[in-house]
C-alpha cells in the first residue's frame, strides 16, 4: 500500500502494509504500517473498496488492477498489475467457495466474508506513530496480539523476524528476506535499532505462488499467442509450448516454478507454457 502520491500517481516507496483478522465482530480486520498519514487512511478506504467491489463481483479483478497498480510498489508498472489481478483473482474464488475443499479454505472464506460483506469495511488500525524510528506493521500487529497470520505486503526484514521468534510467531508471517534497517523500533522496548545507512541487492518481495487461477484476462491473452503463433507458422495445439507437435502442453521443469517460467519466457520472447493461465 502507498503513502502520498507522486503527481504522477507513483509512488516509488511504498508504505509498507501488515493485516490481520481480528476475532471482533465490530472491527474484523486489523492494519497496520510502518508510516501514517490522514492521506494514509484515505488510500486504506479506497482500497478496501476496490477489494469489496471485486470480490462481490461489482469490479473485474483486471479492472481493480488496473487501479491499484500505480501505488502498489511493484516494479514494473505492467508486472505490478499482472501480480495484483492474479491476486484479486484468487480472493475472489476463495471468497465464492472455490477453495473450501482445501486446508483452511472455508474458514479462510468465512473471515472474508465477515469484513466484506459490510459496506463500508470495517477495521482497526493498530499503527504505532513515533517520533524517531518506525515500528513495522507486522510487529505492531503481533504486539497487539492479533491472532493467526499475519499478511505483509513484502517480506518481513531481520528484525521483524526476530520479534516473531521473540514472540513464538514465527510460523504466522510470511517470511523474510534478511536484511535489516536503520530505526527499526522494537514495538514495546521502544528500543531503536542505530544502524548505518541501508543499501541492499535483496528481493524484498515475495515470490508468485504456484496456484492456478482462472484469470479475467485469460481470452486476452490467448488471442495473443494465436497471433504470434500465425505470425510464426504455429499450429494452434503449439501455442503455449507443445512437445513434439504433440499437442501436449509441457510441464515445468524440475525446479523451476511457474513464476520463474513466465520470466524466462518473457525474456526469450515466448509464450508462457500453460495456455495463459497461471498465478
Known amino acids: 500500500m502507498p503513502g ?20 471482533q465482530d465490530e472491527y474484523p480486520l486489523a492494519i497496520a504500517h510502518n508510516a501514517t498519514s490522514d492521506r494514509q487512511k484515505a488510500v486504506d ?40 489481478e492474479k491476486d484479486y483473482a484468487k480472493l475472489r474464488n476463495t471468497f465464492r467457495g472455490v477453495d473450501d475443499g482445501k486446508v483452511g479454505g472455508k474458514e479462510f472464506r ?24 518506525a515500528v513495522h506493521g507486522e510487529s505492531a500487529l503481533l504486539a497487539e496480539s492479533v491472532p493467526g497470520l499475519i499478511g505483509v505486503s513484502k517480506l518481513s526484514c531481520g528484525d521483524c523476524s526476530d520479534y ?48 492456478e487461477v482462472e484469470l479475467e484476462s485469460q481470452a486476452r491473452g490467448t488471442a495473443d499467442d494465436l497471433a504470434r503463433a500465425k505470425g510464426s507458422g504455429q499450429s494452434r495445439t503449439d501455442v503455449g509450448g507443445s512437445s513434439g507437435g504433440t499437442g501436449e502442453p509441457s510441464r515445468p521443469s524440475k525446479g523451476m516454478g511457474r513464476g520463474q517460467m513466465r520470466r524466462k519466457a518473457r525474456r526469450n520472447g515466448e509464450a508462457m507454457p500453460g495456455s495463459g493461465v497461471d498465478s
Not at 57 to 69: F, K
Request: hydrophobic share 30%; net charge neutral; glycine share 6%.
Open 164 to 211: 516473531a521468534v521473540e514472540l513464538k510467531r514465527s510460523m504466522d508471517i510470511r517470511g523474510t528476506h534478511g536484511e535489516r534497517f536503520p530505526g527499526w523500533q522494537h514495538p514495546t522496548s521502544g528500543q531503536i535499532e542505530p544502524r548505518a545507512r541501508f543499501t541492499s541487492t535483496a528481493n524484498q518481495f515475495p515470490d508468485d505462488s504456484d496456484s
Open 110 to 133: 468465512a473471515q472474508l466474508a465477515q469484513v466484506f460483506n459490510g459496506n463500508p469495511v470495517q477495521y482497526v488500525d493498530h499503527t504505532i506513530a513515533v517520533n524517531r524510528g
Open 45 to 84: 478506504a479506497e482500497r478496501l473498496e476496490v477489494l469489496r467491489k471485486t470480490l462481490k463481483g461489482e469490479m473485474t479483478p483486471h479492472d481493480a488492477a488496473c487501479r491499484t497498480a500505480p501505488s502498489s510498489g511493484f516494479k514494473p508498472k505492467d508486472r505490478a498489475q499482472e501480480r495484483l
Open 4 to 23: 502520498e502520491y507522486n503527481t504522477d500517481r507513483s509512488f516509488p516507496n511504498p508504505v509498507v502494509t501488515a493485516v490481520g483478522f481480528t476475532a
